[in-house]
């Protein structure tokens, strides 16, 4: 092959390795070449079958024949196999100079790819690492486009909401909601779109979510939005926050609830008596307070022991909700006293109707552990709004005062405020 001074100028400050094959043989090979095949000098290599310098996973393919490696135009990708170092990896470009039945000239250029290669290999790790992160976080990660379709869903999304992921690709994010965040979501997006004003973006929210079998659950979710080219996406954080909001209510219960007999505590009490008394003045009809205060309950601990007296204080909450309507409320204020709100009553004796109701329940033995029975009764003192009070305070003083005037009369009955108050009189 003759070469002009301008094409060996040339091919000596290509950077890519360029040779010549006659045969199969290397006749000419440029610097750059020399160099990247680590020999000393170009007569190194002369003479010599490209072949050699090629790494045998690829032997295969050299079996085609330098002429395949013609046919594709964008290169070849493999691996050469240096002098004395370790492989490199390059893209190989084959051009036919002249074809006889004699003389197969070829010219040869290979271009070190390796960095490309490790850069490549570095970001499918990055990616494949990435993955390994979003698939084993408990948050759901979904991204939708400005019109609402899902664009990618992580496995957490995937459990979460209980669909595959070739479910809810491409489809509107409407489908893990219920319908009164669906029916306005599209309305939502549209207006952040073009006025970039939402509640939602850049902050944490409660919502609910719907899995696929129709179940609806609280979810916490945080919106930030990315630009992909010219396109302008969504990622939202969702998280299932069914457990969190038990804990709560757990919490909260505990907090208004007495542990013994689950009844309301003196602090829910508070709360229920007040909106009980609005009530009342709402509707004109009379609202009953009632104290009740055990007798003989003292015995049954020195006796028989505090979990006889644990089993009591249950049976005593029982029997009092089942006197009283599901629309009233008994609560334990601690001890042995209990109270009753008795709302929306026809008349005031009908609060007379349910104190002989628990006067007549306490009556009858109650088990206890140990194969014993207990027996208590109750003084119960009552006060009716608004003839008694009008106020929480006044009503409870009240009731106190009628409920002492039982005990002092000799237990297991029940009075009217209104009737001490006659006698006082």
């Known amino acids: 092959m003759k070469r002009t001074d301008c094409d060996s100028e040339l091919l000596c400050a290509i950077s890519n390795l360029v040779c010549v094959l006659q045969n199969g043989l290397v006749t000419y090979i440029n610097p750059a070449g020399v160099e990247m095949l ?3 000098s170009e007569a190194v290599l002369l003479g010599h079958d490209l072949s050699e310098y090629i790494h045998p996973d690829y032997a295969d393919l050299l079996a085609l024949g330098i002429d395949a490696f013609a046919e594709e135009e964008a290169g070849v990708p493999l691996k050469l196999r240096p002098l004395n170092a370790l492989p490199i990896d390059v893209l190989m470009r084959v051009r036919a100079l002249s074809e006889t039945d004699t003389d197969d000239t070829y010219m040869v250029e290979c271009r070190d790819i390796s960095n490309h290669i490790r850069a490549s290999e570095d970001a499918r790790k990055r990616e494949q690492r990435l993955a390994n992160v979003l698939g084993t976080v408990r948050d759901a990660i979904i991204t939708i486009d400005r019109k609402g379709k899902v664009q990618s ?42 006025t970039g004003e939402s509640e939602l973006m850049n902050a944490s929210m409660e919502f609910e979510g719907q899995h696929a079998d129709g179940t609806i659950f609280p979810v916490e979710i945080s919106v930030n939005e990315m630009t992909e080219g ?51 003045q709402r509707s004109n009809k009379p609202l009953a307070l009632m104290f ?134």
């Open 153 to 194: 869903i992580n496995a957490a999304g995937e459990r979460m909401f209980g669909f595959p992921k070739n479910h809810v690709l491409g489809q509107n994010i409407k489908m893990l909601m219920p319908k009164q965040y669906a029916d306005h979501h599209d309305k939502h997006l549209d207006n952040y779109v073009k």
């Open 292 to 425: 009740v205060d055990l007798d003989k309950f003292k015995p049954i601990n020195d006796e028989l022991g505090h979990e006889a007296g644990d089993a009591v204080l249950k049976a005593v909450a029982e029997r009092m909700l089942a006197c009283v309507r599901q629309s009233d409320t008994v609560a334990r204020f601690g001890g042995d006293e209990f109270v009753a709100i008795l709302e929306n009553l026809d008349h005031a004796e009908s609060a007379a109707v349910v104190a002989k109701k628990v006067l007549d329940k306490l009556q009858e033995s109650i088990p206890v552990p140990g194969g014993q029975n207990a027996n208590v009764g109750a003084s119960i003192g009552i006060s009716i709004f608004p003839e008694d009070g009008v106020t929480m305070d006044e009503l409870s003083r009240a009731a106190d005062e009628a409920m002492y005037a039982v005990k002092e009369d000799g237990r297991n009955a029940f009075k009217f405020h209104s009737e001490v108050k006659a006698k006082q009189n």
């Open 230 to 280: 010219n396109q302008r996406l969504f990622t939202g954080v969702v998280r299932d926050i069914t457990e969190r909001k038990r804990a709560m209510d757990r919490i909260h219960h505990l907090a208004h609830h007495d542990a013994l007999t689950d009844l309301p505590n003196r602090n829910l009490y508070i709360e229920r008596v007040e909106r009980a008394i609005y009530r009342s």
């Open 38 to 40: 680590g020999a000393e």
